[in-house]
C-alpha cells in the first residue's frame, strides 16, 4: 500500500472482460459491512460499460501507436525508395511483363523518356546477345515467384549497348502468384568492358606469346604470315585477320597474301588499294601511304569505309585496325585485324597489336636475310667448287703461296706436272728455295707488284724445271685471303713455243720487209725503165700517124690506133703500179691543205666530160649555186681519186645514164662526198673484193678498159689523207662510191 494509506481491512477485486479477453480488474476496498454477492451482481453493468470503455482507449491508442509506426515505415521507404534511385536503374512491370515504373536512371541509361517506356515490355531494350534459352530460363524463374539474377546487355535507343547486373524480384498476391515484377539494376558496363578488355588482352598476349613461338620455329615467309593470322583468329579472339603487299602498279594494288578466319571471298572483292583514289580510304591503304596504324571503331558508320561496308558488316566485321608492316627494301604491307564489335581496339590493345606488327616485320625480315643468306651460302659453294675444279682442271699451272714468305699452300696438278714435282715436295716450300725462278729479281718485282697494286698480269718470267729446263711463261698474280692469310693467286702459262715462233716471224719479217723493199725498188726502177721506151715508141707512134708527108693508109691508121691505144694504157698501168709501190714503201709524200672542194670537181667534171659525152651519161653536181664545202686534203691525189670514181661511175654507167656527185656532213665532222651512178649495180658478195689490187670483176667481160688497181690506190691514199673510203650498192639500182674527208677548220685568205 502506498505510504499513509489506511490499513486493508477488507478487499474485493472484480475483473474486467471485453468479450472473451480480460482487459483488466477494478478493486474495492475496506467497504463498511463487507462484501457479498448481491453488491458484485450490481456492479456487473458497470463493470461491463468499464471494460469496454478501457478496450476503446486501448484500441484508440493502439490505432495512434501504428500511425506513428506507419509514418515512420512510409518515411523510411520513401528514404530507401530515394536512395535506391540514386544508385540502381528500377522499373516495375505487371504480370504481363508491362513497364507501369520507371526510375530517373533508367530513362537516363536507356536514353528513352519515362513515356516512351511505360507501356512497353522490356524486349523494346533487347540487344540480340543473349539466346533465347537465357531469357527462357529467366522468365521461368521470376513465373515460379522466385527472385532472378544476372547479367544483362541492353540496347539504348541510339543503338549502344550497355550493360546491367539486374536482378528481379516477383511480388505474389494471396494465392502466391506474381501481380508485378520489380528489377533493380546496376550499370555494369564500365566494368563489363573493363572485364573483357582484360579478357582480351590476355587474349592479346597470349597471341603475341604465340606469335613469338611462330617466329623462332618458322622458316618460310607465307607459311609465317598465314601462321600469325591464324594465332590472331584463334588465339585472339578477332573474326578475320589478313596480309596483303602494297604494288608498284598503275592501280596501286595492296595484293593479298595471307589471311585467317571468316573471309568468304571478302579480300578478293575488296579491291584495297593504296592510292589517293576511293579505294585508298580504307585503313589498309592509310597504314601504308603514312606509316603509322590506322583504326575504325565503327564500320558501320565510318564515311571512309563505305566503299567495304555492306560486304563487312554481311561478314560480321564491326571494326577494324590495320597496321603497316616495312620492310628493308623499301616494299610496304600491311597486317589487317577485324573483330566482331564496335570500339574493340582501345589503347592498351592497339599498343599489343602495333607490338604484334613489329614482331612480325622483324620477322619478315630476318626471313628474308636469312634467305639471301642461304642464297649467297649457296652461290658462294658453287662457287668454291668452280673454283676447286678450274684449278685442278686448268691446264696452266696455279699456285697459292703466302704472301708474306713465299710458301707454297696450293698447286694443281698441271703445276706438279709442269715442274716435274709431286704435291708433297712443293707444299711448305718457297719457289726459290725450290730453284723454280731463275731470276731472283723478277720474282722480287712480281712481289712488290701485289703489294703495291694487289696484281700483277701478263708479266714475262722464265722458269726452271726439275730438270734444269728454262722456259718461258706469262705470268699474272693476284693478292687472295686465303684460310685467314693474305696470299698469292698465281697462273702461269707456258709461252715457250710462242717466243720461238715470234722470234722466227720477226726474223720472217725483217725478210719480208727486205724484200718488199727490194719489190718497190725493182718495180720503181721497171717502171722507169719501161716509161723510157713506152714514151719513144707512143711519140713516134703519133708522129707516123700525124706526118702530113707520108700519111698512113686506112689500114694502117687502123692498126696505128691499136698501138697507140695499147700504149697509153700500159703507161696507165705502169703510173699505177708505180703510185701502188711508193704507198706501200711509204714514200708517198702528201701535201694536206685547205681545198675548195667545188673547184677540184669541176676540174674533175671538165676531164670526164668527153668520155660522158661519148657514153651519153649526163655529169650532175648537187651543190647549190654559191655553195662551197672545204676539206683537209691533197689536191692532186684528191683529184685523182674523185677522177677514178667518176670515170668509173662513167664507164660502167648504163646508156644515156647519169652521175650525180652528192654531199653530206657526217655526226663525227667529216664531209661525205658520193659518186652516185644509175648502172647495173654490184653483188654484195662481189663488193669486198672492190678495193683490192687488181681486182677487175667482170669488166674484162663486159669490154671496159682499166688497170684493177684504180680503187685500191684510192682507198690508200683517202685513208692516208685521214679519210674513209665505201660503198653502197644493190643489183639493178646503181652504186654510190663515196669518201668522207675531215672538213677544214680554216679557209686562205
Known amino acids: 500500500l502506498p505510504p499513509g494509506h489506511p490499513a486493508m481491512e477488507a478487499f474485493m477485486g472484480l475483473p474486467l472482460y471485453s468479450g472473451d479477453d480480460f482487459v483488466g480488474m477494478v478493486a474495492v476496498a475496506n467497504r463498511t459491512g463487507g462484501y457479498d454477492q448481491a453488491l458484485v451482481d450490481y456492479l456487473q453493468p458497470l463493470l461491463r460499460t468499464l471494460a469496454r470503455l478501457v478496450e476503446a482507449y486501448r484500441a484508440t491508442a493502439r490505432r495512434k501507436a501504428d500511425q506513428r509506426a506507419l509514418a515512420h515505415t512510409l518515411a523510411e521507404l520513401e528514404a530507401q525508395k530515394f536512395a535506391l534511385d540514386q544508385h540502381s536503374i528500377v522499373s516495375i512491370a505487371d504480370a504481363a511483363g508491362r513497364i507501369t515504373y520507371a526510375n530517373d536512371k533508367f530513362t537516363e541509361i536507356s536514353q528513352y523518356t519515362r513515356e516512351e517506356l511505360l507501356g512497353q ?18 522468365c521461368t524463374t521470376v513465373c515460379q515467384g522466385k527472385v532472378w539474377a544476372g547479367i544483362i546487355r541492353n540496347r539504348r535507343k541510339d543503338g549502344g549497348f550497355y550493360w546491367v547486373d539486374s536482378t528481379i524480384v516477383p511480388f505474389l498476391d494471396a494465392n502466391g502468384v506474381p501481380y508485378q515484377y520489380v528489377s533493380i539494376r546496376t550499370d555494369f558496363t564500365a566494368r563489363k568492358q573493363d572485364e573483357d578488355a582484360l579478357i582480351q588482352l590476355n587474349r592479346v598476349l597470349k597471341t603475341l606469346s604465340a606469335c613469338s613461338e611462330a617466329l623462332v620455329h618458322i622458316t618460310d615467309e607465307r607459311q609465317l604470315l598465314n601462321e600469325v593470322c591464324r594465332v590472331i583468329v584463334e588465339v585472339g579472339g578477332y573474326r578475320m585477320a589478313a596480309v596483303g603487299f602494297a604494288e608498284n602498279d598503275a592501280a596501286k594494288r595492296v595484293r593479298p597474301v595471307a589471311q585467317a578466319g571468316f573471309e568468304e571471298g571478302y579480300l578478293e572483292n575488296a579491291r584495297i588499294s593504296w592510292g589517293e ?7 589498309g591503304g592509310i597504314a601504308i601511304r603514312s606509316g603509322m596504324p590506322c583504326t575504325v571503331q565503327d564500320i558501320a558508320n565510318d564515311p571512309g569505309f563505305k566503299p567495304w561496308r555492306e560486304e563487312a558488316m554481311r561478314r560480321g566485321y564491326s571494326s577494324v585496325i590495320a597496321l603497316p608492316l616495312c620492310l628493308d627494301d623499301g616494299a610496304v604491307a600491311v597486317l589487317a585485324v577485324y573483330a566482331s564489335s564496335a570500339g574493340a581496339f582501345g589503347r592498351d590493345e592497339a599498343q599489343l597489336l602495333t607490338e604484334l606488327a613489329g614482331d612480325l616485320e622483324y620477322g619478315i625480315k630476318a626471313l628474308r636475310v636469312r634467305a639471301q643468306n642461304a642464297q649467297v651460302l649457296q652461290k658462294l659453294r658453287q662457287s668454291e667448287e668452280r673454283l676447286a675444279r678450274i684449278f685442278n682442271l686448268s691446264p696452266d699451272p696455279v699456285s697459292i703461296r703466302r704472301l708474306s714468305d713465299g710458301v707454297y699452300l696450293e698447286v694443281n696438278d698441271a703445276f706438279c706436272a709442269g715442274f716435274g714435282r709431286p704435291r708433297e715436295e712443293v707444299i711448305g716450300h718457297d719457289a726459290l728455295e725450290l730453284g723454280i725462278w731463275v731470276d731472283r729479281e723478277e720474282y722480287q718485282t712480281m712481289a712488290r707488284g701485289i703489294v703495291e697494286h694487289g696484281r700483277v698480269q701478263g708479266h714475262e718470267i722464265r722458269l726452271r724445271s726439275w730438270t734444269g729446263e728454262i722456259r718461258w711463261a706469262v705470268l699474272s698474280a693476284a693478292a687472295l685471303d686465303y684460310e685467314g692469310e693474305p696470299c698469292i693467286l ?8 710462242r717466243k720461238r715462233m715470234a722470234l722466227e716471224l720477226l726474223g720472217a719479217k725483217d725478210a719480208a720487209e727486205q724484200a718488199s723493199h727490194a719489190k718497190s725498188e725493182f718495180l720503181s726502177r721497171m717502171s722507169h725503165e719501161l716509161r723510157t721506151p713506152l714514151n719513144a715508141i707512143l711519140g713516134f707512134a703519133q708522129l707516123l700517124n700525124t706526118d702530113p708527108e707520108a700519111p698512113l693508109a686506112p689500114r694502117q691508121q687502123e692498126d696505128m690506133q691499136h698501138i697507140l691505144k695499147a700504149g697509153w694504157h700500159l703507161l696507165e698501168l705502169i703510173n699505177d703500179v708505180l703510185d701502188l709501190a711508193r704507198i706501200e714503201s711509204g714514200r708517198l709524200q702528201l701535201n694536206m691543205a685547205s681545198l675548195d672542194l667545188g673547184m677540184v670537181v669541176r676540174e674533175c667534171s671538165g676531164l670526164i666530160s668527153p668520155l660522158a659525152v661519148k657514153r651519153g651519161v649526163q655529169v650532175i653536181d648537187s651543190a647549190d649555186a654559191g655553195e662551197s664545202h672545204w676539206v683537209e686534203a691533197d689536191q692532186m691525189r684528191l683529184k685523182q681519186v674523185l677522177l677514178n670514181l667518176m670515170s668509173n661511175a662513167v664507164k660502167f654507167n648504163s646508156e644515156q645514164g647519169r652521175v650525180t656527185l652528192v654531199y653530206r656532213a657526217t655526226d663525227d665532222g667529216m664531209l661525205r662526198i658520193g659518186v652516185v651512178d644509175t648502172g647495173p649495180g654490184i653483188a654484195p658478195e662481189l663488193q669486198s673484193q672492190l678495193f683490192q689490187p687488181f681486182a677487175r670483176l667482170d669488166a674484162d667481160k663486159k669490154g671496159i678498159d682499166g688497170t684493177g688497181i684504180g680503187l685500191a690506190i ?12 665505201g660503198v653502197q650498192s644493190e643489183p639493178g639500182h646503181g652504186s654510190e662510191f663515196w669518201i668522207e674527208l675531215r672538213v677544214a677548220q680554216s679557209r686562205p685568205a
Do not use: C, Y
Open 714 to 725: 684510192s682507198k690508200r691514199m683517202i685513208e692516208l689523207m685521214g679519210g674513209r673510203i
Open 490 to 497: 698465281a697462273v702461269s702459262h707456258d709461252i715457250t713455243e
Open 277 to 283: 583514289g576511293e579505294r585508298g580510304m580504307g585503313p
Open 121 to 138: 515490355d522490356h524486349r523494346l531494350l533487347n540487344s540480340g546477345h543473349h539466346s533465347a534459352q537465357f531469357w527462357e530460363e529467366m
